[in-house]
């Protein structure tokens, strides 16, 4: 890659060309560290393919739930510019200053007069085929792409609307009463300039029509898994009811066909697209919800279920919800015509060839590059790789080959949401360490509604019931609830929403507060931990405090939990709609309290994640404290001599520990623990010790990268045995005794040890790549060594596909088990004389492909063994008091679109830490966590929340039971300025954790928000 090369006049904005997740993600952490964002996108409006998911993998959330706050913080973010229905014409310039042209398209429709009230498209004769709903339906001529669209505006389909192709029509300009109509719009040409530009393009399913062999386009019962999402989805064309497209009848029997578009030479895909396994399973599991007599059948070849949490979520899959999964790859489908089905002929391992007929078939479609990002990387000088994704160096993935322009998501490459997400962050983190110097030098201050006196007022509430797509509304009446909540005491306003966190809504919710006087809002939705702090905001903006607000989850407590019992969920639907009605009436506006936030960085461990985030922080010119607990920083990557495509992580790191020790604005500390971490975000206080030394550290972010530690086997002799060795051994033994390798004739490797089994049930992610890569590697020392690699499934996803289709072009065997049927290993002789014939091994397994018994001789056996979480996870999370997932693992606050935030804000989670990964992905978590961690150190001053312990000193009496309780040493007796002693809190300490309420035997300390007026007040309301 070329080296960055500054232009000396810097601009201190940067253009994220492309409006999915990755773009979202990235405009959204530039824009919150400091920058001028502008975000164009192709479309009428933002959102990319994940707005078209019914549900997200593996925790099922709605996909609309996820991604609806993005977009309203999308939307009122003072700092990002929105350019929908725009292209990209050209880039020049340098880094620093660049130059862009834009096309904005014209909609034919005045942005700044349409209130989208849909009376247009209410009254458009023309109807066309709906292509957000994957063409299962139709839509007008004149149309917004989804309901809950950014921009909410509506466009003109230029190529089917009677004006512009026949020159009549016009009854949308007659009917629409704000006159935004505008027929003789032309499109636009804009000039924008940015210090540099992120493309974020995304990618274009599959065309299943490549694959006729399937039918698609012949047969209206073979879809598309994108087709599939939106049937699944409540907002779709059957409203969330699975339907065949032929007859609309329920299907009894559904087949998903894997690797469609995928790991095909044929068409020019040889890689596997990541995330079908995954989706399959998913829609799977979610067609079982929706109706368990369903059966669901998966045909695979191997199953990729590598991201964190993913084996846990296949396996409940087929175990709780009966999805069963066939290995056979699908040749074609056939029409029965006597019964409407689809015959699907398939090789049963144990029964030789079967055939099964089903009522619907789903192809599982790859991801294909976007063609006209393609054509925009080629106008503007981006290299492409052979797949035609964008080209980018093998450890920093976001750097493509023009300097100051960097790609993140489905424009790097194939990967699913997490992956998306975390690689915009590293996308972001790079952009703005080239604009660090000009960094709040075109921002402006977010305008700020005056907040309305509503002391002494009496209650008026609004209740907004949330459909949440079928998720509540699937189980509970949600008009029932709705128009019960009209029914009670201080209810001013009750009403229904399908999504009450889209952008729409929130626009509705503000509106009511005006129309209807409300003083208090209470929505019935989803959980509070991801949605409270939007609608709060919304009240916000509408002029009431934030903390007059009130959240009733009746997903997570109600409609999901009782799924099978709809009366009852709607039963307690109301009654927790009317105890929330109860709190609200009792609720107080509360103030928060600004303090200084300390601009400095502590990074806890000093391996590759580490380093790679102590160097990324201080170039964006803020101190950093690395702590690193053994006598030398470099951790795991010490041992990782090169990868699949070539790059050497051990040579990079090197570079990375030369880097740390020039840089004044970083502190190393070797040989040191963490003792104690005090504080909240933006003003933390560690204690570390060094030696016999300890020191206090102040930090305003702390960013976790303690790495993780290969598991040592218990299994196959290991230990016991000189010829039974670890990846990671062997690895080295390439590296450095090649001669050895060279006189070895037979290798054996064992896939899966400690990994995806019943007490650590995970994928280790980087194993089956592990192998690959070293089976190639003594293949090139030794071309006559016979390598057999044992495997479950081969999990080289995304472009490492091409590495296994190279290894078994070499010759490389590959035999399958199952978990219940392992390998045994019988040592041949305890002879630790590498040469010896001795010292070979008998390897049985029964291959599960072949269906017999197959016996290996070794000279080495390989275990390809999993990567475990550091020792030292246990006390640094209690230390940190932060949750471990139950495998071990820092956990995040969501595994989808919160992957590198920790439950505890300021504190952000990177590398193994947070669970295994390959080397480049720790590189992309670590900035990604820098770019998370700068919307902190950016600002001179944090806000503490307004909902922590307040003090009674009428009722206190000093004794002291507060102070010994609370963890955070936010409250301490001490004299007040009347001369008592009484307990006092540190606002900007406090965490609102309220240990110091249930200590306080007077009930002087009370959790503002939580009184116990309040709580009782909920109580007494159930019925």
């Given amino acids: 890659m070329n080296p960055i090369i500054e232009s000396p006049s810097k601009i201190g904005a940067i253009t994220v060309i492309g409006g999915g997740i990755a773009g979202i993600q990235a405009a959204l952490d530039m824009a919150d560290a400091g920058y001028k964002v502008y975000l164009v996108e192709e479309k009428p409006a933002v959102g990319g393919v994940m707005a078209q998911l019914d549900k997200t993998f593996p925790t099922n959330d709605c996909s609309a739930c996820m991604l609806g706050p993005k977009l309203v913080e999308l939307d009122n973010h003072a700092n990002i510019e929105i350019s929908a229905y725009t292209d990209v014409l050209n880039l020049e310039g340098t880094p620093g200053h660049f130059r862009l042209t834009l096309k904005r398209k014209a909609r034919a429709v005045d942005p700044e007069k349409c209130v989208s009230c849909g009376l247009c498209a209410d009254k458009c004769p023309v109807r066309v085929s709906d292509l957000f709903n994957a063409d299962l339906n139709q839509r007008k001529a004149i149309y917004l792409p ?34 935004a109509i505008a027929f003789d719009q032309d499109d636009e040409t804009v000039y924008i300039e940015a210090g540099a530009v992120i493309l974020a393009g995304g990618f274009t399913p599959f065309d299943a029509r490549l694959k006729g062999e399937y039918g698609y386009g012949q047969w209206p019962d073979v879809i598309t898994s994108l087709e599939y999402e939106r049937i699944l989805s409540a907002s779709g064309p059957f409203q969330g009811h699975i339907r065949r497209v032929s007859d609309d009848r329920t299907p009894r029997r559904i087949a998903w066909i894997q690797c469609v578009g995928s790991r095909d030479l044929r068409n020019g895909h040889a890689y596997c697209s990541s995330v079908c396994c995954m989706y399959a399973a998913k829609q799977a599991m979610i067609t079982k919800e929706h109706d368990p007599d369903i059966e669901t059948t998966i045909f695979y070849i191997d199953f990729r279920a590598h991201g964190k949490g993913f084996d846990r979520f296949y396996e409940r899959s087929e175990h709780e919800n009966g999805v069963r999964y066939i290995r056979s790859m699908i040749s074609r489908v056939v029409p029965n015509p006597e019964d409407d089905t689809l015959q699907i002929s398939y090789t049963d391992l144990t029964h030789g060839q079967k055939e099964a007929c089903f009522d619907l078939v789903v192809l599982s479609i790859g991801l294909s590059p976007n063609t006209s990002a393609m054509k925009l990387a080629e106008r503007i000088g981006v290299q492409l790789n052979p797949h035609g994704f964008c080209e980018t160096d093998s450890l920093n993935t976001v750097v493509t080959s023009r300097p100051g322009v960097f790609a993140c998501g489905g424009m790097q490459g194939p990967k699913n949401i997490p992956d998306a997400v975390q690689q915009a962050g590293s996308a972001a983190s790079q952009a703005m360490a080239l604009l660090s110097d000009v960094r709040g030098s075109l921002t402006v201050a977010p305008a700020i509604p005056t907040e309305r006196d509503v002391a002494g007022q009496p209650p008026r509430i609004g209740v907004f019931v949330c459909h949440c797509g079928i998720n509540i509304a699937g189980v509970v009446d949600v008009q029932a609830v709705a128009d019960y909540a009209a029914t009670l005491h201080r209810v001013a306003y009750a009403t229904h929403c399908m999504f009450a966190c889209s952008s729409d809504q929130q626009q509705e919710i503000r509106n009511a507060i005006e129309k209807h006087r409300l003083n208090r809002v209470v929505v019935a939705s989803c959980t509070p931990r991801t949605h409270e702090p939007l609608f709060r905001d919304t009240i916000r903006q509408a002029g009431l405090n934030p903390y007059l607000f009130e959240l009733a989850n ?291 397994l029964f291959d599960d492909q072949l269906q017999s018994q197959v016996q290996l001789k070794a000279d080495l056996l390989v275990l390809s063994a999993a990567i475990r979480p550091a020792h030292t996870a246990e006390y640094l999370a209690e230390t940190m008091r932060l949750p471990l997932d139950e495998d071990g693992f820092f956990m995040e606050v969501h595994p989808k679109l919160r992957p590198l935030d920790s439950p505890t804000a300021g504190i952000f989670l990177c590398g193994l830490a947070q669970g295994p990964k390959f080397a480049a992905e720790t590189i992309i978590q670590a900035r990604g966590a820098v770019s998370r961690a700068l919307a902190v150190l950016s600002k001179k001053t944090m806000t503490a929340d307004g909902m922590i312990t307040q003090v009674d000193p009428r009722l206190c009496r000093a004794c002291g039971e507060c102070e010994k309780t609370c963890l955070f040493e936010a409250i301490r007796v001490t004299e007040t300025e009347d001369g008592r002693q009484a307990a006092v809190v540190t606002a900007t300490v406090c965490t609102g954790c309220g240990a110091c309420n249930a200590a306080c035997p007077t009930g002087a300390a009370s959790l503002a928000h939580f009184r116990d007026s309040q709580i009782n007040g909920m109580i007494g309301k159930v019925a």
């Fill in 554 to 844: 009746i997903r997570e407590h109600d409609a999901w939990v009782h799924r099978n019992h709809p009366e009852s969920a709607t039963h307690k639907a109301k009654n927790l709609v009317a105890m929330s009605v109860a709190r609200a009436c009792l609720l107080e506006p509360l103030y928060a309290t600004d303090y200084e936030t300390v601009q400095k960085a502590l990074v806890i461990g000093g391996g590759l994640a580490g380093l790679t985030a102590a160097t990324a922080i201080a170039e964006q010119g803020f101190p950093v404290f690395l702590i690193e607990r053994t006598s030398e920083p470099g951790g795991n990557a010490r041992t990782l001599f090169y990868t699949e495509d070539g790059a050497s992580p051990a040579h990079h790191v090197e570079t990375l520990i030369q880097k740390v020790s020039n840089q004044p604005l970083i502190t190393v500390f070797t040989n040191t623990e963490i003792v104690s971490v005090m504080g909240s975000c933006g003003q933390f206080t560690t204690r570390i010790k060094t030696g016999g030394e300890s020191r206090t550290i102040a930090h305003g972010v702390t960013l976790i990268a303690i790495g993780g530690e290969e598991y040592t086997p218990t299994e196959y002799f290991y230990g016991r045995h000189p010829g039974v060795i670890t990846q990671r051994a062997f690895e080295s033994m390439l590296m450095h005794q090649p001669d050895d390798a060279r006189r070895l004739k037979h290798v054996v490797m064992i896939q899966c040890v400690g990994s995806r089994e019943a007490e650590n049930l995970y994928c280790s992610r980087v194993c089956c790549t592990a192998a690959l890569k070293n089976s190639l590697e003594i293949k090139a020392l030794n071309p006559d060594v016979q390598v057999s690699v044992l495997y479950r499934d081969i999990r080289s996803h995304s472009f490492r596909e091409t590495v296994y289709l190279k290894a078994r072009q070499r010759g490389i065997r590959f035999f399958r088990f199952k978990r219940e049927q392992k390998p045994e290993v019988t040592p041949d002789s305890a002879d630790s004389d590498i040469d010896s014939e001795r010292n070979r091994l008998t390897v049985k």
């Fill in 146 to 179: 989804y309901p809950q669209a950014l921009p909410l505006t509506y466009t003109i389909d230029k190529d089917n609307c009677r004006f512009f192709t026949k020159g009549k029509c016009r009854i949308c300009e007659k009917l629409c009463p704000n006159k």
